[in-house]
């Protein structure tokens, strides 16, 4: 199976930055694409950002780009998400996801996620 897990949430002022990690372990063979998903309380869960782990190529949600970069390092299975500007409405729960093919509904493999909180 696949194990995500996260780490790199936490409370930060608006307009601050954070750095979200998610490394991957287990039969990562099964995925060709890693990702940032977030959920807000009351809120559906939305992409954020995906990565395809071989070339590289991106797609963003129109609410952070600009804002947050999607990075990732193979040799260390691991997928970061950097985010800037951040604004209260980024408070949610982001959650790691991997899939075959980046578009948001071929996500199978989540991790347990981690908490972002903006303040005003």
């Known amino acids: 199976q696949v194990q995500l897990v996260e780490s790199g949430g936490g409370s930060v002022q608006a307009g601050g930055s954070l750095r979200l990690s998610c490394v991957a372990s287990?039969?990562?063979?099964?995925?060709?694409?890693m990702g940032w998903f977030r959920q807000a309380p009351g809120k559906e869960r939305e992409g954020v950002a995906g990565?395809?782990?071989?070339?590289?190529?991106?797609a963003y949600a129109d609410s952070v780009k600009g804002r947050f970069t999607i990075s990732r390092d193979n040799a260390k299975n691991t997928v970061y998400l950097q985010m800037t500007t951040l604004q209260p409405e980024d408070t949610a729960m982001y959650y790691c996801?991997?899939?075959?093919?980046?578009?948001?509904?071929?996500?199978?493999?989540w991790g347990r996620g981690t908490q972002v909180t903006i303040s005003s």
């Open positions: 996801a991997a899939g075959y093919g980046c578009s948001w509904t071929n996500f199978r493999y």
């Open positions: 287990g039969w990562t063979w099964k995925f060709n694409c």
């Open positions: 990565i395809y782990t071989g070339s590289g190529s991106t």
